[in-house]
């Protein structure tokens, strides 16, 4: 159930004259897992509003599942590609968690026991079964977070993307929105996230996109993106490798983003 | 003379269960005193209680005792409360006047509520941007502020009234890469130059072991681990107790695990590694900021 | 005029000349009214040097403005001198003539307040009004609630994009739009609801309720002159009002 998608020299100018990407070209293949970063203002938020239809380039274009996006509605691109916004608080609307959670199935023309399924396992991912009946502003910061990931999980589009969502969570969130992450890509589905934190973003993508100034600088696994050779280019946007990086340079290995290998290229050594 | 909660039991209006159960908690003129723990385990209510916000200003109840240097915050009135201690909160935008358009009035609000002298106010909100190094934004619209920046025209609006106290409750969660390096600077030095002490409420436990000089960590309103920062930070309690501990603890225990803990030359690369980053503080007022990592020795 | 003089003014006589404005653009019948007000308005935009910086202000009220000439053209209550004949639709000319006034109004209305905004740092406006005795917490209201306008602005735009991605479908029919209220007004109460009980703690942390008078920065420049002007305003505005209601003037 899953598709590519593309931004084709893709730039856009805002109303009073920011020119907030420049020149993006970005291809993301069907169950790809893209990790997106960059400081605030950099372009990452504009660009996957690109990607769902609710901004449209000022120049180049965007491709869902080969089409033009220019061609498809913001409410069929919402079948397609899924946004989890950054701030919970801009959505939740409904009296009960399971309501909140049915609101995008239903706009998408669902109904009945498609639906319900959908909404169970969406609050069986992030771990809110136990409050499906709950009021969503009875919850902690946290949870609605997690709450607002469900309701976009329940509309099981091909495409989810994700923004901050690992702001104001605890390491048990952390670790639930990665969970959430590995198991959409097990089940084959492309997922883009936005972050701020590296340790994430390495343990958690395939591939990281590092943008500044709505350009993108750095594009490559983990390993890459993180590499001693790319130091200087993180530098210049504020952006720090991570520690298993920073050691594995070190001590004479490159490719060394995450814990684990960082173990492996240590463990190889040894012979 | 400290800041000092005893046995503190706390309530929300309204409700009926004691969100904080019998916390203690002492920070000391000039320490940095760290608090972590699982989201609701009561962390941004201990940020409330200790700078007298509850019960004086949102109702509730409060048992046990919270004292500014001696004096209980019960039956203190909020503007008193906010000269002896501070607070600043997690969004940066929403702690701003915002009927100010330049910074330095916007720093100025505060020190206007007391009704001071011009000269005193104005003395004031120079100490404080010179003490941030936040000098050059003196002129600048607080509207137009970078989330860093405007974090810290919100700490230098609460450092204005000059509290002897600071609790910090996550002043970073919301801000980038960029803006949290700006505010962990600001606030490293800022116990040492100044002899505030301060509570700082971190996710972000790598912050906590740069600046932090004691480390609690709650669970469920109750204190369940606390003590000097690196040994709380290495314990390996942490990760139950729903924190993330520091990468450079993380990374040890992994290697531990897969059998390399016994690599002397791995062990000093982590040192290095830590100790050049993440980057906050140590850096002289006005240089540049360094960006990047170290470059190896 | 040096464009610094209007600007200089007391911020309380730009408050009230804005006020006298739009209470004789709405409350002085006819076309006499808003057009007098409208000519005003013009005259001080460009003696202020802010004539440029009023277009989206007026640009603002556009669909109010649609939305007034299109219901009272068409719907104008016991009007029959229709103008012509669309199918089912019959605009008439009282109705367009109403439409005009009204139209009139709300622009004068807009740019009135739009003037005030772009000559008056808010912060003037508040300490002057405080010096003259009006409580730091009035004070306080009126100035978060300007403040609020671009804030509901930037929000409203982030409700939206969030409920589109969730296919909620924003054009099509009458019901669908009804029914898409709720998504987006629920949002936006409980958002002002948390963002005010956040400024309030962070107001409370900066000694905003202390019970000393508070200390004004600057004493705004003010004058004898500039009393007597804005004392002439406000009462010749009100009887200009009240000698319409009274039916006395015969204005077209």
Same mark, same amino acid.
């Given at each position: /159930?899953?598709?590519?998608?593309?931004?084709?020299?893709?730039?856009?100018?805002?109303? @009073?004259?920011?020119?907030?990407?420049?020149?993006?070209?970005?291809?993301?293949?069907?169950?790809?897992?893209?990790?997106?970063?960059?400081?605030?203002?950099?372009?990452?938020?504009?660009?996957?509003?690109?990607?769902?239809?609710?901004?449209?380039?000022?120049?180049? +274009?965007?491709?869902?599942?080969?089409?033009?996006?220019?061609?498809?509605?913001?409410?069929?691109?919402?079948?397609?590609?899924?946004?989890?916004?950054?701030?919970?608080? *801009?959505?939740?609307?409904?009296? *009960?968690?399971?309501?909140?959670?049915?609101?995008?199935?239903?706009?998408?023309? *669902?109904?009945?026991?498609?639906? @319900?399924?959908?909404?169970?396992?969406?609050?069986?991912?992030?771990?809110?079964?136990?409050?499906?009946?709950?009021?969503?502003?009875?919850?902690?910061?946290?949870?609605?977070?997690?709450?607002?990931?469900?309701?976009?999980?329940? /509309?099981?589009?091909?495409?989810?993307?994700?923004?901050?969502?690992?702001?104001?969570? @605890?390491?048990?969130?952390?670790?639930?929105?990665?969970?959430?992450?590995?198991?959409?890509?097990?089940?084959?589905?492309?997922?883009?996230?936005?972050?701020?934190?590296?340790?994430?973003?390495?343990?958690?993508?395939?591939?990281?996109?590092? /943008? +500044?100034?709505?350009?993108?600088?750095?594009?490559?696994?983990?390993?890459?993106?993180?590499?001693?050779?790319?130091?200087?280019?993180?530098?210049?946007?504020?952006?720090?490798?991570?520690?298993?990086?920073?050691?594995?340079?070190?001590?004479?290995?490159?490719?060394?983003?995450?814990?684990?290998?960082?173990?492996?290229?240590?463990?190889?050594?040894?012979? | 003379?400290?800041?000092?909660?005893?046995?503190?039991?706390?309530?929300?209006?309204?409700?009926?269960?004691?969100?904080?159960?019998? =916390?203690?908690?002492?920070?000391?003129?000039?320490?940095?005193?760290?608090?972590?723990?699982?989201?609701?385990?009561? %962390?941004?209510?201990?940020?409330?209680?200790?700078?007298?916000?509850? !019960?004086? &200003?949102?109702?509730?109840?409060?048992?046990?005792?919270? &004292?500014?240097?001696? =004096?209980?915050? %019960?039956?203190? $009135? !909020?503007?008193?409360?906010?000269?002896?201690?501070?607070?600043?909160?997690?969004?940066?935008?929403?702690?701003?006047?915002?009927?100010?358009?330049?910074?330095?009035?916007?720093?100025?609000?505060? !020190?206007?509520?007391?009704?001071?002298?011009?000269?005193? =106010?104005?003395?004031?909100?120079?100490?404080?941007?010179?003490?941030?190094? =936040?000098?050059?934004? $003196?002129? %600048?619209?607080?509207?137009?502020?970078?989330?860093?920046?405007?974090?810290?025209?919100?700490?230098? &609006?609460?450092?204005?009234?000059?509290?002897?106290?600071?609790?910090?409750?996550?002043?970073?969660?919301?801000?980038? !890469?960029?803006?949290?390096?700006?505010?962990?600077?600001?606030?490293?030095?800022? $116990?040492?130059?100044?002899?505030?002490?301060?509570?700082?409420?971190?996710? %972000?436990?790598?912050?906590?072991?740069?600046?932090?000089?004691?480390?609690?960590?709650?669970?469920?309103?109750?204190?369940?681990?606390?003590?000097?920062?690196?040994?709380?930070?290495?314990?390996?309690?942490?990760?139950?107790?729903?924190?993330?501990?520091?990468? &450079?603890?993380?990374?040890?225990?992994?290697?531990?695990?897969?059998?390399?803990?016994?690599?002397?030359?791995?062990?000093?690369?982590?040192?290095?590694?830590?100790?050049?980053?993440?980057?906050?503080?140590?850096?002289?007022?006005?240089?540049?900021?360094?960006?990047?990592?170290?470059?190896?020795? | 005029?040096?464009?610094?003089?209007?600007?200089?003014?007391?911020?309380?006589?730009?408050?009230?000349?804005? #006020?006298?404005?739009?209470?004789?653009? #709405?409350?002085?019948?006819?076309?006499?009214?808003?057009?007098?007000?409208?000519?005003?308005?013009?005259?001080?935009?460009?003696?202020?040097?802010?004539?440029?910086?009023?277009?989206? #202000?007026?640009?603002?009220?556009?669909?109010?403005?649609?939305?007034?000439?299109?219901?009272?053209?068409?719907?104008?209550?016991?009007?029959?001198?229709?103008?012509?004949?669309?199918?089912?639709?019959?605009?008439?000319?009282?109705?367009?003539?109403?439409?005009?006034?009204?139209?009139?109004?709300?622009?004068? #209305?807009?740019?009135?307040?739009?003037?005030?905004?772009?000559?008056?740092?808010?912060?003037?406006?508040?300490?002057?009004?405080?010096?003259?005795?009006?409580?730091?917490?009035?004070?306080?209201?009126?100035?978060?609630?300007?403040?609020?306008?671009?804030?509901?602005?930037?929000?409203?735009?982030?409700?939206?994009?969030?409920?589109?991605?969730?296919?909620?479908?924003?054009?099509?029919?009458?019901?669908?739009?009804?029914?898409?209220?709720?998504?987006?007004?629920?949002?936006?109460?409980?958002?002002?609801?948390?963002?005010?009980?956040?400024?309030?703690?962070?107001?409370?942390?900066?000694?905003?309720?202390?019970?000393?008078?508070?200390?004004?920065?600057?004493?705004?420049?003010?004058?004898?002159?500039?009393?007597?002007?804005?004392?002439?305003?406000?009462?010749?505005?009100?009887?200009?009002?009240?000698?319409?209601?009274?039916?006395?003037?015969?204005?077209?």
């Amino acid at each position: /159930m899953s598709i590519p998608i593309a931004a084709e020299s893709v730039a856009f100018v805002y109303p @009073d004259g920011t020119r907030a990407l420049d020149g993006i070209d970005l291809h993301v293949a069907e169950g790809e897992r893209v990790a997106i970063v960059g400081q605030n203002g950099s372009g990452k938020s504009t660009l996957v509003r690109q990607l769902n239809g609710l901004l449209r380039p000022t120049e180049g +274009r965007v491709l869902v599942d080969g089409r033009d996006a220019a061609q498809l509605h913001v409410a069929q691109l919402a079948a397609r590609v899924g946004l989890a916004f950054q701030n919970p608080d *801009r959505q939740i609307f409904a009296g *009960r968690v399971r309501a909140e959670v049915a609101f995008g199935p239903r706009n998408l023309g *669902r109904s009945g026991d498609a639906v @319900d399924r959908a909404v169970d396992e969406a609050l069986d991912a992030v771990g809110l079964s136990g409050t499906a009946d709950a009021n969503p502003y009875d919850l902690g910061y946290s949870r609605r977070k997690l709450l607002a990931i469900a309701s976009i999980l329940a /509309m099981q589009t091909p495409v989810v993307i994700l923004d901050e969502p690992t702001t104001g969570q @605890d390491a048990r969130g952390v670790a639930r929105v990665r969970a959430i992450i590995e198991r959409l890509s097990t089940e084959g589905r492309t997922v883009i996230t936005i972050s701020h934190d590296m340790r994430f973003v390495a343990e958690t993508a395939r591939r990281v996109v590092v /943008m +500044r100034e709505g350009r993108i600088l750095l594009d490559g696994t983990p390993g890459e993106v993180f590499g001693e050779a790319n130091w200087p280019a993180l530098a210049s946007t504020y952006l720090e490798p991570t520690l298993p990086a920073r050691v594995g340079a070190r001590l004479g290995l490159d490719g060394t983003a995450t814990e684990a290998a960082l173990v492996e290229a240590l463990q190889a050594r040894r012979g | 003379m400290s800041l000092t909660l005893a046995g503190a039991r706390y309530r929300y209006a309204g409700t009926a269960r004691d969100v904080l159960d019998g =916390i203690d908690l002492e920070v000391a003129p000039g320490r940095v005193v760290g608090l972590a723990g699982a989201n609701e385990s009561g %962390k941004s209510t201990v940020c409330l209680v200790a700078s007298g916000l509850a !019960p004086a &200003s949102i109702g509730g109840r409060l048992d046990g005792s919270v &004292s500014i240097d001696g =004096i209980e915050t %019960k039956g203190m $009135a !909020p503007h008193e409360a906010a000269q002896r201690c501070g607070v600043l909160f997690q969004n940066p935008t929403t702690q701003l006047s915002g009927t100010t358009v330049t910074v330095f009035e916007e720093i100025a609000f505060g !020190p206007r509520n007391l009704g001071l002298e011009i000269g005193e =106010i104005v003395g004031r909100v120079e100490w404080v941007l010179d003490t941030l190094g =936040i000098a050059a934004l $003196a002129p %600048k619209d607080p509207a137009r502020l970078s989330g860093g920046q405007a974090q810290l025209v919100a700490l230098a &609006s609460v450092l204005a009234l000059r509290p002897a106290y600071l609790v910090l409750d996550e002043p970073t969660s919301q801000l980038d !890469p960029q803006g949290t390096r700006l505010v962990g600077e600001a606030l490293a030095g800022l $116990a040492a130059e100044t002899g505030t002490g301060i509570l700082i409420v971190e996710h %972000k436990t790598e912050l906590l072991a740069a600046m932090a000089h004691d480390v609690a960590v709650l669970e469920t309103g109750r204190i369940a681990l606390a003590g000097p920062a690196p040994e709380v930070l290495a314990d390996p309690r942490l990760a139950e107790l729903g924190v993330e501990p520091p990468a &450079s603890a993380r990374l040890r225990l992994a290697l531990g695990a897969a059998g390399l803990g016994s690599d002397r030359d791995v062990f000093d690369a982590i040192d290095g590694a830590a100790a050049g980053g993440p980057r906050v503080g140590g850096r002289p007022a006005g240089e540049a900021p360094a960006v990047g990592p170290p470059v190896n020795a | 005029m040096p464009h610094g003089t209007y600007h200089a003014l007391n911020p309380t006589t730009k408050l009230v000349i804005a #006020f006298a404005e739009a209470l004789v653009a #709405f409350g002085v019948r006819g076309w006499t009214g808003p057009l007098a007000v409208l000519v005003v308005l013009a005259l001080t935009a460009l003696a202020a040097g802010v004539a440029r910086r009023m277009v989206p #202000f007026a640009l603002a009220t556009i669909p109010l403005v649609i939305s007034i000439l299109l219901v009272n053209t068409l719907l104008y209550p016991g009007a029959h001198d229709v103008i012509v004949r669309l199918g089912p639709l019959a605009p008439t000319w009282s109705g367009l003539t109403a439409a005009l006034q009204a139209t009139l109004r709300v622009i004068a #209305f807009a740019l009135s307040a739009a003037i005030l905004g772009l000559t008056t740092p808010t912060d003037d406006l508040l300490s002057d009004l405080e010096r003259r005795g009006l409580g730091r917490r009035g004070t306080f209201v009126i100035g978060s609630a300007i403040r609020m306008v671009p804030r509901m602005g930037e929000r409203a735009g982030e409700i939206t994009d969030s409920q589109r991605a969730r296919g909620m479908d924003t054009q099509g029919s009458v019901i669908r739009r009804v029914r898409g209220v709720i998504p987006l007004a629920g949002p936006m109460i409980f958002g002002a609801l948390t963002e005010v009980e956040e400024q309030t703690m962070a107001l409370e942390a900066r000694a905003f309720s202390a019970p000393a008078r508070r200390t004004v920065l600057r004493v705004l420049p003010d004058s004898g002159a500039q009393r007597l002007v804005r004392w002439v305003l406000f009462l010749g505005a009100i009887a200009a009002v009240a000698a319409e209601i009274a039916g006395l003037l015969h204005l077209p």
